[in-house]
Protein backbone atom coordinates (compact mmCIF):
# COMPACT_ATOMS: atom_id res chain seq x y z
CA UNK A 1 0.00 0.00 0.00
CA UNK A 2 1.23 3.49 -0.97
CA UNK A 3 -0.06 6.70 -0.60
CA UNK A 4 -0.39 7.11 -4.33
CA UNK A 5 -3.34 3.97 -4.00
CA UNK A 6 -5.44 6.30 -1.67
CA UNK A 7 -4.98 9.03 -3.54
CA UNK A 8 -6.04 7.90 -6.49
CA UNK A 9 -8.69 5.78 -5.24
CA UNK A 10 -9.91 8.65 -3.24
CA UNK A 11 -9.83 11.37 -6.50
CA UNK A 12 -11.77 8.89 -8.54
CA UNK A 13 -14.80 8.12 -5.76
CA UNK A 14 -14.74 11.52 -5.06
CA UNK A 15 -14.99 12.60 -9.02
CA UNK A 16 -17.08 9.75 -9.66
CA UNK A 17 -19.79 10.66 -6.67
CA UNK A 18 -19.77 14.28 -6.13
CA UNK A 19 -19.50 15.18 -10.04
CA UNK A 20 -22.94 13.14 -10.93
CA UNK A 21 -25.07 13.37 -8.06
CA UNK A 22 -27.15 15.80 -9.24
CA UNK A 23 -28.37 13.47 -11.96
CA UNK A 24 -29.27 11.26 -9.59
CA UNK A 25 -31.40 14.04 -7.97
CA UNK A 26 -32.87 14.46 -11.30
CA UNK A 27 -33.82 11.57 -12.35
CA UNK A 28 -35.65 10.72 -8.67
CA UNK A 29 -37.37 14.14 -9.14
CA UNK A 30 -38.80 12.88 -12.65
CA UNK A 31 -39.76 10.10 -10.93
CA UNK A 32 -41.58 12.00 -8.65
CA UNK A 33 -39.84 10.09 -5.38
CA UNK A 34 -40.00 11.20 -2.50
CA UNK A 35 -36.49 12.45 -0.22
CA UNK A 36 -36.78 9.34 1.54
CA UNK A 37 -36.80 7.09 -1.70
CA UNK A 38 -34.19 9.53 -3.29
CA UNK A 39 -31.97 8.76 0.20
CA UNK A 40 -32.61 5.01 -0.26
CA UNK A 41 -31.78 5.55 -4.49
CA UNK A 42 -27.86 7.20 -3.50
CA UNK A 43 -27.13 4.91 -0.66
CA UNK A 44 -28.03 1.41 -2.15
CA UNK A 45 -26.38 2.67 -5.21
CA UNK A 46 -22.89 3.57 -2.94
CA UNK A 47 -23.44 0.22 -1.54
CA UNK A 48 -23.69 -1.41 -4.83
CA UNK A 49 -20.24 0.09 -6.51
CA UNK A 50 -18.55 -0.35 -2.96
CA UNK A 51 -19.18 -4.80 -2.82
CA UNK A 52 -18.64 -4.65 -6.95
CA UNK A 53 -15.59 -2.64 -6.99
CA UNK A 54 -13.95 -4.42 -3.85
CA UNK A 55 -15.03 -8.08 -5.35
CA UNK A 56 -13.39 -8.11 -8.58
CA UNK A 57 -10.34 -5.98 -7.68
CA UNK A 58 -9.44 -8.22 -5.19
CA UNK A 59 -10.79 -11.46 -6.87
CA UNK A 60 -8.84 -10.79 -9.67
CA UNK A 61 -6.10 -8.31 -8.77
CA UNK A 62 -7.03 -5.66 -11.28
CA UNK A 63 -7.79 -2.36 -10.52
CA UNK A 64 -11.39 -3.18 -11.51
CA UNK A 65 -13.75 -0.34 -10.35
CA UNK A 66 -17.43 0.16 -10.61
CA UNK A 67 -20.03 3.17 -11.00
CA UNK A 68 -23.54 4.26 -11.70
CA UNK A 69 -24.65 4.54 -15.04
CA UNK A 70 -24.09 8.54 -15.80
CA UNK A 71 -25.90 8.54 -19.27
CA UNK A 72 -28.81 6.26 -17.73
CA UNK A 73 -29.47 8.70 -15.26
CA UNK A 74 -29.91 11.23 -17.64
CA UNK A 75 -32.07 8.67 -19.69
CA UNK A 76 -34.28 8.30 -16.75
CA UNK A 77 -33.95 11.85 -15.76
CA UNK A 78 -35.16 12.88 -19.67
CA UNK A 79 -37.90 9.92 -19.06
CA UNK A 80 -41.78 11.18 -18.66
CA UNK A 81 -44.95 10.44 -17.25
CA UNK A 82 -43.12 7.49 -14.95
CA UNK A 83 -43.31 6.24 -11.11
CA UNK A 84 -40.97 4.87 -8.81
CA UNK A 85 -42.57 1.55 -8.87
CA UNK A 86 -42.62 1.55 -12.63
CA UNK A 87 -38.87 2.68 -12.77
CA UNK A 88 -37.94 -0.42 -10.18
CA UNK A 89 -39.49 -2.74 -12.32
CA UNK A 90 -37.38 -1.56 -15.27
CA UNK A 91 -33.83 -1.56 -13.17
CA UNK A 92 -34.56 -5.04 -12.63
CA UNK A 93 -35.30 -6.19 -16.03
CA UNK A 94 -31.98 -4.05 -16.93
CA UNK A 95 -30.29 -5.72 -14.52
CA UNK A 96 -31.08 -9.30 -15.52
CA UNK A 97 -30.15 -8.45 -19.00
CA UNK A 98 -26.90 -7.14 -17.89
CA UNK A 99 -26.28 -10.64 -15.90
CA UNK A 100 -27.29 -12.61 -18.50
CA UNK A 101 -25.53 -10.42 -21.10
CA UNK A 102 -22.18 -11.83 -19.24
CA UNK A 103 -23.32 -15.38 -19.06
CA UNK A 104 -24.24 -15.76 -22.83
CA UNK A 105 -21.52 -14.77 -25.21
CA UNK A 106 -24.07 -14.19 -28.34
CA UNK A 107 -26.21 -12.19 -26.56
CA UNK A 108 -22.85 -9.36 -25.66
CA UNK A 109 -21.19 -9.95 -29.07
CA UNK A 110 -25.22 -8.95 -30.86
CA UNK A 111 -25.15 -5.72 -28.49
CA UNK A 112 -21.68 -5.10 -29.85
CA UNK A 113 -23.37 -4.88 -33.36
CA UNK A 114 -25.41 -2.49 -32.34
CA UNK A 115 -24.38 0.82 -34.77
CA UNK A 116 -22.21 2.98 -33.02
CA UNK A 117 -23.39 6.17 -34.89
CA UNK A 118 -26.71 4.65 -33.67
CA UNK A 119 -26.29 4.18 -30.30
CA UNK A 120 -24.13 7.58 -29.52
CA UNK A 121 -26.71 9.46 -31.15
CA UNK A 122 -29.33 8.16 -28.87
CA UNK A 123 -27.04 9.42 -25.92
CA UNK A 124 -26.38 12.78 -27.38
CA UNK A 125 -30.09 13.06 -27.82
CA UNK A 126 -31.19 12.02 -24.22
CA UNK A 127 -28.05 14.12 -23.57
CA UNK A 128 -28.78 17.51 -24.80
CA UNK A 129 -32.03 18.19 -22.51
CA UNK A 130 -29.38 18.39 -19.37
CA UNK A 131 -26.57 20.60 -21.63
CA UNK A 132 -29.61 23.15 -22.27
CA UNK A 133 -30.56 23.09 -19.18
CA UNK A 134 -27.55 24.66 -18.00
CA UNK A 135 -27.47 27.21 -20.52
CA UNK A 136 -30.96 28.59 -19.55
CA UNK A 137 -30.13 28.73 -15.78
CA UNK A 138 -28.09 31.83 -16.55
CA UNK A 139 -31.46 33.60 -17.98
CA UNK A 140 -32.92 32.74 -14.75
CA UNK A 141 -29.85 33.32 -12.16
CA UNK A 142 -27.09 35.21 -13.89
CA UNK A 143 -25.49 36.11 -10.80
CA UNK A 144 -25.11 32.63 -9.36
CA UNK A 145 -24.95 30.67 -12.91
CA UNK A 146 -22.59 33.04 -14.96
CA UNK A 147 -19.84 33.19 -12.00
CA UNK A 148 -19.50 29.15 -11.47
CA UNK A 149 -19.97 28.68 -15.09
CA UNK A 150 -16.70 30.38 -15.72
CA UNK A 151 -14.94 29.03 -12.51
CA UNK A 152 -15.42 25.39 -14.35
CA UNK A 153 -13.79 26.46 -17.89
CA UNK A 154 -10.77 28.28 -15.88
CA UNK A 155 -11.20 25.12 -13.48
CA UNK A 156 -10.44 22.18 -16.38
CA UNK A 157 -7.83 24.37 -18.02
CA UNK A 158 -5.68 22.99 -15.10
CA UNK A 159 -7.37 19.76 -13.63
CA UNK A 160 -10.60 18.63 -15.77
CA UNK A 161 -11.71 15.98 -13.42
CA UNK A 162 -12.01 18.02 -10.55
CA UNK A 163 -13.76 20.91 -12.10
CA UNK A 164 -17.11 20.17 -11.66
CA UNK A 165 -16.43 19.09 -7.98
CA UNK A 166 -14.81 22.36 -7.29
CA UNK A 167 -17.82 24.12 -8.85
CA UNK A 168 -20.64 22.41 -6.34
CA UNK A 169 -18.51 22.79 -3.41
CA UNK A 170 -18.49 26.83 -4.73
CA UNK A 171 -21.93 27.05 -5.44
CA UNK A 172 -23.32 25.51 -2.22
CA UNK A 173 -20.81 28.55 -0.55
CA UNK A 174 -22.34 31.25 -2.74
CA UNK A 175 -25.88 29.76 -1.94
CA UNK A 176 -25.40 30.11 1.52
CA UNK A 177 -24.05 33.54 1.78
CA UNK A 178 -26.81 35.00 -0.49
CA UNK A 179 -29.33 34.15 0.83
CA UNK A 180 -30.23 31.29 -1.69
CA UNK A 181 -30.29 28.68 1.17
CA UNK A 182 -31.28 29.80 4.79
CA UNK A 183 -29.75 27.04 6.20
CA UNK A 184 -28.64 23.45 5.84
CA UNK A 185 -30.12 20.54 7.07
CA UNK A 186 -29.00 18.46 10.32
CA UNK A 187 -26.60 15.50 9.36
CA UNK A 188 -28.56 12.53 9.56
CA UNK A 189 -27.13 8.62 9.20
CA UNK A 190 -29.05 6.99 6.03
CA UNK A 191 -31.64 4.59 5.81
CA UNK A 192 -33.13 2.06 3.29
CA UNK A 193 -36.64 1.89 1.61
CA UNK A 194 -38.04 -1.36 -0.02
CA UNK A 195 -39.72 -0.15 -3.21
CA UNK A 196 -42.78 -2.60 -4.69
CA UNK A 197 -41.90 -2.63 -8.20
CA UNK A 198 -44.34 -2.34 -11.01
CA UNK A 199 -43.77 -4.30 -14.28
CA UNK A 200 -44.91 -2.01 -17.02
CA UNK A 201 -44.77 -2.31 -20.97
CA UNK A 202 -44.29 0.86 -21.62
CA UNK A 203 -41.90 1.60 -19.06
CA UNK A 204 -39.67 -1.65 -20.25
CA UNK A 205 -39.43 -0.56 -23.44
CA UNK A 206 -38.97 3.43 -22.40
CA UNK A 207 -36.80 3.04 -19.86
CA UNK A 208 -35.04 -0.73 -19.27
CA UNK A 209 -34.10 -1.06 -23.20
CA UNK A 210 -32.52 2.20 -23.70
CA UNK A 211 -31.09 2.12 -20.43
CA UNK A 212 -29.80 -1.83 -20.99
CA UNK A 213 -27.94 -0.17 -24.08
CA UNK A 214 -26.89 3.04 -23.29
CA UNK A 215 -25.50 1.59 -20.47
CA UNK A 216 -23.52 -1.30 -22.20
CA UNK A 217 -22.34 0.98 -24.83
CA UNK A 218 -21.69 3.83 -23.00
CA UNK A 219 -20.23 2.48 -19.59
CA UNK A 220 -19.32 -1.02 -19.87
CA UNK A 221 -17.74 -1.32 -23.11
CA UNK A 222 -15.28 2.02 -22.52
CA UNK A 223 -14.52 0.53 -18.77
CA UNK A 224 -13.03 -2.70 -20.68
CA UNK A 225 -11.45 -0.55 -23.06
CA UNK A 226 -9.48 1.13 -20.39
CA UNK A 227 -8.23 -1.83 -18.81
CA UNK A 228 -7.36 -3.31 -21.64
CA UNK A 229 -5.27 0.02 -22.74
CA UNK A 230 -3.41 -0.25 -19.51
CA UNK A 231 -2.72 -3.73 -20.04
CA UNK A 232 -5.17 -5.81 -18.31
CA UNK A 233 -7.60 -8.26 -19.88
CA UNK A 234 -10.64 -8.13 -17.70
CA UNK A 235 -12.92 -10.94 -16.82
CA UNK A 236 -15.76 -9.31 -19.46
CA UNK A 237 -18.30 -12.41 -18.27
CA UNK A 238 -17.24 -12.14 -14.60
CA UNK A 239 -17.82 -7.76 -14.47
CA UNK A 240 -21.00 -8.17 -16.57
CA UNK A 241 -22.43 -10.84 -14.35
CA UNK A 242 -21.53 -9.08 -10.86
CA UNK A 243 -22.32 -5.71 -12.12
CA UNK A 244 -25.56 -7.87 -12.51
CA UNK A 245 -26.40 -8.94 -9.74
CA UNK A 246 -25.16 -5.92 -7.51
CA UNK A 247 -27.98 -4.40 -9.92
CA UNK A 248 -30.22 -6.71 -9.25
CA UNK A 249 -30.11 -6.77 -5.26
CA UNK A 250 -30.02 -2.88 -4.78
CA UNK A 251 -32.66 -2.10 -7.65
CA UNK A 252 -35.85 -2.70 -4.97
CA UNK A 253 -34.40 -0.34 -2.45
CA UNK A 254 -34.23 2.37 -5.69
CA UNK A 255 -30.80 1.87 -6.97
CA UNK A 256 -30.74 2.06 -10.93
CA UNK A 257 -27.95 0.55 -12.78
CA UNK A 258 -24.45 0.08 -11.57
CA UNK A 259 -21.33 -0.89 -14.14
CA UNK A 260 -17.73 -0.62 -15.15
CA UNK A 261 -16.19 2.58 -14.43
CA UNK A 262 -15.16 4.56 -17.38
CA UNK A 263 -13.54 8.13 -16.94
CA UNK A 264 -12.72 7.56 -13.29
CA UNK A 265 -11.06 4.39 -13.37
CA UNK A 266 -8.37 5.98 -15.70
CA UNK A 267 -7.32 7.35 -12.32
CA UNK A 268 -6.51 3.65 -10.92
CA UNK A 269 -5.10 1.81 -13.79
CA UNK A 270 -1.91 4.90 -14.74
CA UNK A 271 1.34 4.37 -13.23
CA UNK A 272 0.17 7.68 -10.81
CA UNK A 273 -1.63 5.14 -8.89
CA UNK A 274 1.05 2.51 -8.80
CA UNK A 275 4.10 2.06 -10.86
CA UNK A 276 3.74 -1.45 -10.28
CA UNK A 277 1.03 -2.48 -12.35
CA UNK A 278 0.18 -5.75 -10.46
CA UNK A 279 -0.12 -3.58 -7.35
CA UNK A 280 -2.64 -1.36 -8.76
CA UNK A 281 -5.36 -3.23 -8.05
CA UNK A 282 -5.09 -2.45 -4.18
CA UNK A 283 -6.87 0.68 -5.43
CA UNK A 284 -10.40 -1.04 -5.40
CA UNK A 285 -10.94 -1.83 -1.95
CA UNK A 286 -9.66 1.88 -1.15
CA UNK A 287 -12.62 3.10 -3.46
CA UNK A 288 -15.02 0.40 -1.75
CA UNK A 289 -14.40 1.77 1.87
CA UNK A 290 -14.96 5.73 0.14
CA UNK A 291 -18.64 4.75 -0.90
CA UNK A 292 -19.13 2.69 1.99
CA UNK A 293 -18.61 6.32 3.48
CA UNK A 294 -20.83 7.66 1.37
CA UNK A 295 -23.21 5.36 1.52
CA UNK A 296 -23.49 5.96 5.35
CA UNK A 297 -24.23 9.98 4.60
CA UNK A 298 -26.23 9.42 2.00
CA UNK A 299 -29.64 10.85 3.27
CA UNK A 300 -27.27 14.01 4.45
CA UNK A 301 -26.55 14.95 1.09
CA UNK A 302 -29.77 14.24 -0.45
CA UNK A 303 -31.06 16.62 2.27
CA UNK A 304 -28.54 19.05 1.43
CA UNK A 305 -29.40 19.09 -2.42
CA UNK A 306 -32.85 19.48 -1.34
CA UNK A 307 -32.81 22.77 -0.04
CA UNK A 308 -29.98 24.02 -2.95
CA UNK A 309 -31.01 26.49 -5.67
CA UNK A 310 -33.25 24.29 -8.83
CA UNK A 311 -31.01 26.50 -10.86
CA UNK A 312 -27.58 25.02 -9.01
CA UNK A 313 -28.66 21.71 -9.82
CA UNK A 314 -29.20 21.88 -13.07
CA UNK A 315 -26.02 23.42 -13.87
CA UNK A 316 -24.04 21.15 -12.54
CA UNK A 317 -25.52 18.11 -13.94
CA UNK A 318 -25.09 20.00 -17.46
CA UNK A 319 -22.00 20.55 -16.50
CA UNK A 320 -21.19 17.03 -15.42
CA UNK A 321 -22.44 16.11 -18.88
CA UNK A 322 -20.58 18.23 -21.48
CA UNK A 323 -17.71 15.93 -21.88
CA UNK A 324 -20.44 12.90 -22.38
CA UNK A 325 -22.14 14.80 -24.53
CA UNK A 326 -19.24 15.76 -27.16
CA UNK A 327 -18.08 12.37 -26.96
CA UNK A 328 -21.11 11.57 -28.01
CA UNK A 329 -21.95 13.53 -31.01
CA UNK A 330 -18.24 12.80 -31.93
CA UNK A 331 -18.60 9.27 -32.17
CA UNK A 332 -21.93 9.44 -33.44
CA UNK A 333 -20.88 11.71 -36.87
CA UNK A 334 -17.04 10.33 -36.90
CA UNK A 335 -18.62 7.42 -39.88
CA UNK A 336 -19.78 9.40 -43.11
CA UNK A 337 -21.77 6.91 -43.93
CA UNK A 338 -24.11 6.33 -40.75
CA UNK A 339 -24.47 10.50 -40.32
CA UNK A 340 -27.45 10.66 -41.25
CA UNK A 341 -28.85 7.91 -39.33
CA UNK A 342 -26.82 9.16 -36.60
CA UNK A 343 -28.77 12.43 -37.04
CA UNK A 344 -31.97 11.17 -37.11
CA UNK A 345 -31.51 9.10 -34.34
CA UNK A 346 -30.27 12.24 -32.04
CA UNK A 347 -33.43 14.38 -33.55
CA UNK A 348 -36.30 11.66 -32.46
CA UNK A 349 -34.28 11.43 -29.54
CA UNK A 350 -34.19 15.01 -28.49
CA UNK A 351 -37.68 15.82 -29.77
CA UNK A 352 -39.27 14.22 -26.51
CA UNK A 353 -42.23 11.74 -28.69
CA UNK A 354 -44.26 9.22 -27.60
CA UNK A 355 -46.57 7.05 -28.73
CA UNK A 356 -48.28 4.33 -27.10
CA UNK A 357 -46.57 5.20 -24.12
CA UNK A 358 -43.24 4.54 -25.24
CA UNK A 359 -40.48 7.21 -24.86
CA UNK A 360 -38.24 8.81 -27.95
CA UNK A 361 -35.42 7.14 -27.24
CA UNK A 362 -36.69 3.48 -28.27
CA UNK A 363 -38.66 5.23 -31.53
CA UNK A 364 -34.93 7.10 -32.14
CA UNK A 365 -33.39 3.71 -31.53
CA UNK A 366 -35.94 2.43 -34.57
CA UNK A 367 -35.58 4.92 -36.92
CA UNK A 368 -31.98 5.13 -36.68
CA UNK A 369 -31.83 1.04 -37.57
CA UNK A 370 -34.60 1.71 -39.96
CA UNK A 371 -32.25 4.45 -41.86
CA UNK A 372 -28.80 2.56 -41.69
CA UNK A 373 -31.13 -0.28 -43.62
CA UNK A 374 -32.21 1.71 -46.03
CA UNK A 375 -28.81 2.78 -46.87
CA UNK A 376 -27.77 -0.35 -46.82
CA UNK A 377 -30.40 -0.90 -49.72
CA UNK A 378 -29.67 1.84 -51.69
CA UNK A 379 -25.91 1.05 -51.71
CA UNK A 380 -26.95 -2.38 -52.93
CA UNK A 381 -28.97 -1.29 -55.86
CA UNK A 382 -26.36 1.57 -56.76
CA UNK A 383 -23.97 -1.05 -57.08
CA UNK A 384 -26.22 -3.60 -59.34
CA UNK A 385 -27.20 -0.24 -61.47
CA UNK A 386 -23.08 0.08 -61.94
Known sequence: MRFSVLASASVAAIVGFGGTLALIIAAATALAATQAETASWVTALCLAVAASSAWLSIRYKMPIITAWSTPGLALIGASIGFTMPE??????????AIFFTGLIKPLSALVSKIPAAVASGMLAGVLLSF?????????????LVLPLAAAFFVIRIFNPSLAVIVVLIAG???ALMSGRVENLPQPELSTLVLIQPVFSLSAMISIALPLYLVTMASQNLPGFAVLRASGYEPPTGAALQVT???????APLGASTSNLAAISAALCTNPDAHPDPKKRWLTGPVYAIIYIIFAVFGASLVAIFAVLPPVLIALVAGLALMAPFINAISLALASEKDRLAAIVTFIVTASGIAFFDVGSAFWALVAGLFVIATEKVRLYFSRMSA
Not at 131 to 136: F, I, P, Q, R, T
Open 87 to 96: AIGAFIVTAI
Open 131 to 143: VLAAAKAAAIDPW
Open 172 to 174: VIF
Open 244 to 250: GITSLLT
